[in-house]
């Protein structure tokens, strides 16, 4: 694997952390190194089995005592289980000190009130996590969490305008379900800020908040539940290029632009050259900072008919059908004959998903090969559905491949 870029990597900081480690008896292979070279050689990358493989080792040698315990929401592969102690120890030097330091100086401030609509629960801190930040910098804080559950929104849209809210944080989805019922029940809330992670803000969704609050801007936050956050894009920043945290994640590309992330932060489970699932562009800027433009997930792809298709030609078919390929959804299932059943989501009104539309998505989408061969043979089907149909994991994210085919048959 040839790298092709990369950020700083700090040799002092990645040997301190596996003396730590070795220190804690962590029955794991963990050497260290003379420099960057040495490193790669000595820690291949790994992917989510592998790193789901050490967690369950770290666990069977009891190691995961006096820790915060944490999971991926296994949406669509086994959940990985994760733990911290970041908030144990607190100095001017940690990881939660500077990421205060950080968001402080480039997001928020005091003079904020911040609707935290994040998801609590999950096995999952992002939202605790964001309430603790929010909380150590001064703004005034209202811990939402998700809309829904509260099942008053006009009482949670009131609170929210008599302490004078300013900024929203939490998924695309959940910012949106807050604007469309602002709309609905003409609730004037003067949000200038837009704090998003999890998934992309699509320009169409961008519109619509700002056709309803135009002061608003966006902050995007990029990191996983397995890092929490890892780098962070604003207003005065290049579009789409976000600020890595360069003191405590070590980010390489590959050739074929997949992302490896290094935790420096010292976590329970040693996340060393983890295949995080990303393609995207490690950028050197010229104030010698370093950004991450963030691309699709990698190797999004699914089986049909004894083949592989890739959610890039998917892409494809929808931009050559004139249609935005920014957000839409496949879902696989079984019909009750047995065939496969794909079903496409696309980002429009069901009004516009009409026979024209139809006609014309299927042209372009049996220009995929493999596609069209699972169909001619009579073991696949494919369906169309709008944004309406869009399903969202337990914290508001788009999964772009959902696999239901393992469960019961339906009536596709």
Not at 381 to 390: L, M, N, T
Request: net charge negative; aromatic share 10%; charged share 20%.
């Amino acid at each position: 694997m040839n790298i092709k870029s990369r950020n700083s990597f700090d040799v002092e900081k990645f040997n301190n952390m596996v003396g730590d480690y070795t220190e804690q008896s962590y029955p794991l292979d963990m050497p260290r190194v003379t420099g960057y070279d040495d490193f790669a050689q000595k820690y291949p990358p790994i992917n989510k089995q592998a790193l789901v493989a050490i967690s369950d080792k770290l666990i069977h040698a009891n190691k995961f005592k006096n820790c915060y315990v944490i999971s991926t929401s296994g949406t669509t592969s086994a959940p990985l289980v994760l733990a911290s102690r970041i908030f144990q120890l607190v100095t001017e030097d940690s990881y939660p000190y500077q990421i205060r330091s950080f968001m402080a100086e480039h997001v928020f401030c005091v003079d904020d009130t911040v609707v935290n609509l994040l998801t609590a629960g999950c096995l999952g801190y992002n939202y605790e996590g964001m309430c603790r930040l929010l909380e150590s910098i001064g703004s005034t804080l209202l811990p939402v969490g998700r809309p829904d559950v509260m099942n008053n929104m006009p009482s949670l849209l009131g609170t929210m305008a008599r302490f004078k809210a300013n900024v929203l944080v939490g998924s695309p989805t959940g910012i949106i379900q807050i604007a469309q019922a602002a709309e609905q029940l003409d609730v004037d809330l003067a949000i200038t800020k837009i704090v998003f992670v999890g998934e992309a803000f699509h320009s169409g969704k961008r519109g619509f908040i700002q056709t309803l609050w135009p002061k608003a801007q966006f902050y995007s936050l990029y990191g996983a539940t397995e890092l929490g956050f890892a780098a962070l894009n604003t207003p005065t920043m290049v579009p789409h290029h976000h600020l890595i945290l360069s003191d405590w994640f070590f980010i390489e590309q590959t050739d074929a632009g997949e992302l490896l992330v290094t935790d420096l932060k010292a976590p329970v489970v040693p996340i060393i050259r983890y295949r995080i699932g990303d393609v995207g562009e490690v950028i050197q800027a010229a104030d010698n900072q370093y950004y991450l433009k963030i691309g699709q997930r990698v190797a999004e792809e699914f089986s049909l008919g004894g083949h592989r298709i890739s959610l890039t030609l998917v892409e494809q078919a929808l931009i050559a059908a004139g249609l935005s390929a920014e957000a839409f959804q496949v879902k696989l299932s079984t019909t009750d004959a047995g065939k496969d059943c794909v079903t496409v989501l696309i980002d429009v009104e069901q009004l516009a998903l009409d026979a024209s539309l139809t006609a014309r998505l299927e042209e372009k989408f049996f220009h995929i090969p493999k596609l069209k061969e699972a169909v001619a043979r009579g073991v696949a089907v494919v369906k169309w559905g709008s944004s309406a149909d869009f399903s969202y994991n337990p914290r508001g994210k788009l999964n772009r491949l959902l696999e239901s085919r393992n469960q019961l048959a339906t009536a596709c």
